[in-house]
C-alpha cells in the first residue's frame, strides 16, 4: 500500500508501545505538521510465547536475572524492529524517511513510591541496537528524568491526551484500560490531572489465562457468566494503593498473581465467579477515581485493549453514569493511542520541548523526555 508524500515541513515519527499487558508490540507512523499530528497507519506484532514467558518471570528476583534481562533485551530491540520494518515495507516507506522513533521499552520494574534518592524505573529494550537494526534514529527512556526530577515517572500519555483531545468547550475523562488502567481529566479550563487507578486487563487476562487457556476474555463473555463474589471484592479494595492521593503510578510490582493468590486464601470461589469479580474490581476502581478526581467530567472516552471488553464497558456506563464513547470519535482507534503518544514524545524529544505534566507526576517542573541514539 502507498500514500502521496507528505507535505513540505512535514515529518513522518514512528510509535512504538509494548506495555504491561505482554501481548505484542504496537506500530504507528504518523505525520507531524505544526501542531497537526496524524496517524498513517499501524502494524501489530504479537509476543511469541516465551517472550511474554520470559518477561514474567523477570517481574520477581530470580538467580543470574541481570544476564536475563540483558539477553532479553536484546531480543526486544529485534522484535521492535521486526515490527518497525513491517509498517515501513506495509506502506512503502524507507527509513530515511523517519526522523525518528519513539519506544517506550518493556516495563519491568517501576518503584517511584521509594525515598526519592532510592526511586527507579526499568525498561527493558536495546535502543542502541534498534537503531542499528533500523537505521532509524530512537528516542527511548522517557520516564527516567521525570523520575529524576520528583516525579512518578508516569503515567506519560495525559500530556499527549492534553493536547491531543483536550476541547474548550467541554470537560473530558480519557480512560486508558491496558494492563493497568490511567484516567486524563481534561478540563475545558484548568489544570490537567492523571493517574493509574489500578488494575486494568493484567489480572483479568493471567486468570483467563490460567483457567481457559486464552490470553484473554474475548468481550469479557466468560467473566458476565458468573457473580461477584462481594467480600472477595471488599477484600481486594482494602488495597493501599487505591486510598492513595495523586500523583500515583503503578504496575505488576503491585498487582499481580502473588497479589491475587494471597486475597483467594480467604475467598475461594469458582473460576468464573472469580473472573467476574476481577472485571468488577477493574470497573469499581475506575469509577471510583473517577468520582473522586474526575466528577466535573460530562464526556468519557475510553482506549485501550479493555475497551473491547463490552460486559467492562457496560459496568463502567453503570458506575459512572456516562456513556462509553471511544477515541475512534477523537480521530485516533483504541488500540492505538500510546503509540501515537510515544511517536508524540519522540517529537517532543527531537525538538527539545518539555513533554511532562508535573500536575500528573508531580516532577518539579516540566522536563525534556526522552535519550536520543541517532540513526
Not at 532479553?72 to 513491517?86: Q, W
Not at 532510592?118 to 529494550?125: D, R, S, V
Not at 469499581?284 to 474526575?294: K, P, R, S
Not at 457496560?314 to 492505538?336: A, S
Request: hydrophobic share 45%; with cysteine.
Amino acid at each position: 500500500m502507498n500514500f502521496s508524500a507528505p507535505p513540505a515541513q512535514a515529518r513522518l515519527f514512528i510509535g512504538l508501545m509494548s506495555g504491561t499487558s505482554l501481548d505484542g508490540v504496537d506500530a504507528v507512523v504518523v505525520e507531524q505538521q505544526a501542531e497537526r499530528l496524524t496517524q498513517l497507519g499501524q502494524f501489530f506484532l504479537p509476543y511469541p510465547a516465551e517472550m511474554r514467558q520470559a518477561l514474567l518471570a523477570l517481574h520477581t528476583p530470580s538467580p543470574n536475572e541481570l544476564h536475563t534481562a540483558a539477553l532479553v533485551s536484546n531480543r526486544l530491540a529485534d522484535l521492535y524492529a521486526e515490527a518497525v520494518h513491517g509498517l515501513l515495507n506495509g506502506f512503502a516507506l524507507h527509513p530515511s524517511a523517519i526522523t525518528a522513533i519513539g519506544c517506550h521499552g518493556q516495563t519491568i520494574r517501576h518503584c517511584p513510591e521509594l525515598a526519592p534518592e532510592q526511586a527507579y524505573t526499568m525498561q527493558l529494550g536495546n535502543h542502541a541496537r534498534l537503531a542499528e537494526r533500523t537505521a532509524i534514529t530512537v528516542v527511548g527512556d522517557f520516564r527516567s528524568r521525570d523520575i529524576a526530577a520528583g516525579g512518578q515517572g508516569a503515567p506519560l500519555v495525559p500530556a499527549f491526551h492534553q493536547a491531543m483531545f483536550a476541547d474548550a468547550d467541554k470537560h473530558r475523562v480519557l480512560i486508558n484500560i491496558g494492563g493497568i488502567a490511567n484516567l486524563t481529566d481534561l478540563p475545558a479550563n484548568g489544570r490537567v490531572i492523571g493517574f493509574d487507578s489500578g488494575p486494568g486487563n493484567l489480572l483479568m487476562d493471567a486468570w483467563t489465562m490460567q483457567h481457559t487457556g486464552q490470553t484473554f476474555d474475548a468481550g469479557g463473555a466468560w467473566a458476565n457468566g458468573g457473580y461477584v463474589n462481594q467480600r472477595l471484592l471488599d477484600a481486594m479494595l482494602t488495597e493501599p494503593y487505591f486510598a492513595l492521593g495523586i500523583p500515583k503510578s503503578t504496575g505488576r510490582d503491585l498487582f499481580n498473581q502473588t497479589w491475587l493468590d494471597n486475597h483467594l486464601l480467604a475467598h475461594a470461589d469458582t473460576p468464573q465467579n472469580i473472573a467476574r469479580t476481577l472485571l468488577e474490581l477493574t470497573a469499581v476502581t475506575i469509577a471510583q477515581a473517577l468520582e473522586q478526581y474526575c466528577s466535573a467530567a460530562n464526556e468519557m472516552y475510553v482506549c485501550g485493549g479493555g475497551a473491547h471488553n463490552t460486559a467492562l464497558m457496560d459496568r463502567l456506563q453503570t458506575l459512572t453514569g456516562l456513556p462509553v464513547r471511544y477515541t475512534d470519535d477523537l480521530g485516533i482507534g483504541i488500540d492505538w493511542v500510546e503509540a501515537v503518544a510515544f511517536a508524540w514524545l519522540a517529537q517532543r524529544c527531537i525538538d527539545a520541548l518539555p513533554s511532562n505534566l508535573p500536575s500528573v507526576t508531580g516532577a518539579a517542573g516540566q522536563r525534556v523526555l526522552g535519550a536520543i541514539y541517532p540513526r
